[in-house]
């Protein structure tokens, strides 16, 4: 196996499939969602903002809510922060995380009734601490409207904004060895390799994996989707190459571009 | 010098947001095998198990009922949709959502579990891969064990989609 480290960089991740477009021969289908049918719901945007502050920064944030169900609703707002524990992301209410940024949080208006069809807008304003232990945070409309109907439980929706925050440009992303997992009748050949973010900030890692016959020659490439890690975030990226292969020797090259720079692993494998 | 304290100042309040924006649906859908929902398909929905014992009885359609040592249990699957704008078409901000659940009045009598989560006032993750556009089924019970008294029981549970 032979491991090109380009530029150093940080990097981790959780068992997921990354979803995959192949190329060739299909050139670059980048995975073009089906179209989604219109649902009576609830519509947050933005979903995800990336900030790029500095300690003791304030940044204020426009975030709209639409009903686009037929019953009223009430909203709430509240903030968490985004924390890591044991490789998972946990919701932490506001004040409860040493060095914490939700604590900041002043929402204007804190709570919002929304009449069928209708739109408001929330402005977050949030604070970074002097020494900030977190990187995200969750600003969640918090749905108190149940479904006035004769059960006996009751399902309300909320959705939150992600506000990830990069403080600085050290980005740590480190990539395990690749592994192979050889295509059968049943099975593609898929890839995988362990993501970790070691670092303090938040990245956003995306690849693409690169089939080459023993003498190098091109075979196929697979663009990784992107895959947000927040510190100390881990995370499984398997890729999976759909088309077969004849028998014969060959090369995995797997790249991960990041805000830290690019790392490129390779592996060989045989197909019988 | 007054120059030197304006960019300090700038310097402090900088901030730089990303541009592009990921809108975010959440949806409760009917699973085809479980409980039908009231207001399925969309973001408040209610479900009614009538009423039922612990012995003998019959339960609505797409429930199941089991009987252990010392509680029952009734359950069933439905379904979630979180989905993301149709303008976005480029993954490059978010290519998945964590679900989180919660209850929100406490039960210390009864057991409330979604996916094998055991459901608090505080939230849990149900998925932290969730797919978007897929309707995704989650399993749903509430364990009522034996010592508990014949009376309604009814909660609400809170679900929050946040875009990983």
């Given at each position: 196996m032979q491991k090109t480290l380009i530029c150093m960089s940080t990097l981790l991740l959780s068992g997921i499939l990354c979803r995959a477009s192949d190329?060739?021969?299909?050139?670059?289908?980048?995975?073009?969602?089906?179209?989604q049918a219109q649902v009576p719901s609830l519509a947050l945007s933005p979903a995800v903002i990336m900030v790029k502050a500095s300690p003791s920064a304030s940044s204020a944030h426009v975030l709209t809510i639409t009903n686009l169900t037929n019953t009223r609703f009430r909203f709430v707002l509240e903030a968490f922060d985004v924390v890591i524990r044991d490789g998972q992301r946990v919701f932490v209410p506001a004040?409860?995380?040493?060095?914490?940024?939700?604590?900041s949080a002043i929402f204007d208006p804190p709570a919002v009734d929304l009449n069928p069809g209708a739109s408001a807008q929330v402005k977050v304003t949030l604070t970074v601490p002097?020494?900030?232990?977190?990187?995200a945070v969750a600003a969640i409309f918090h749905g108190l409207t149940a479904f006035?109907?004769?059960?006996?439980l009751l399902f309300t929706g909320s959705l939150g904004t992600l506000i990830t925050y990069?403080?600085?440009?050290k980005v740590d992303v480190r990539v395990g060895a690749p592994t192979v997992n050889p295509q059968t009748e049943r099975s593609n050949l898929t890839i995988s390799e362990q993501l970790e973010n070691a670092g303090r900030e938040p990245a956003v890692p995306k690849g693409t994996l690169a089939i080459l016959r023993g003498?190098?020659?091109?075979?196929g490439r697979v663009a990784i989707q992107p895959h947000r890690l927040l510190p100390g975030e881990k995370f499984n990226c398997a890729v999976e190459y759909s088309h077969n292969l004849r028998p014969g020797k060959y090369r995995a090259m797997v790249s991960f571009v990041h805000e830290g720079g690019l790392q490129t692993n390779s592996v060989e494998f045989q197909i019988q | 010098m007054r120059r030197s304290w304006l960019v300090l100042i700038a310097l402090l309040f900088w901030s730089r947001p990303a541009s592009a924006q990921v809108t975010l649906t959440i949806a409760f859908v009917s699973d085809p095998s479980g409980i039908t929902l009231?207001?399925?398909?969309?973001?408040s929905a209610s479900l009614s198990f009538g009423t039922v014992q612990a012995f003998g009885g019959t339960v609505p359609s797409g429930v199941t009922k089991s009987v252990a040592g010392n509680s029952w249990t009734l359950s069933t699957p439905f379904d979630v949709l979180v989905q993301k704008g149709a303008?976005?078409?480029?993954?490059l901000l978010s290519t998945s959502y964590t679900l989180t659940a919660r209850l929100q009045a406490a039960d210390i009598q009864d057991t409330w579990k979604f996916n094998s989560v055991v459901l608090s006032t505080t939230a849990a993750t149900i998925t932290a891969t969730g797919i978007y556009g897929s309707t995704t089924s989650y399993g749903f019970s509430l364990t009522v064990p034996f010592?508990?008294?014949?009376a309604a029981i009814s909660n609400t549970i809170n679900f929050t989609a946040v875009a990983n």
């Open positions: 190329f060739p021969p299909k050139p670059e289908q980048q995975s073009a969602p089906a179209p004040g409860e995380t040493e060095g914490g940024i939700a604590r002097l020494d900030p232990k977190v990187r006035a109907g004769k059960g006996n990069n403080l600085s440009d003498t190098g020659e091109l075979v | 009231s207001g399925s398909g969309t973001s303008l976005d078409v480029i993954d010592s508990a008294s014949a």
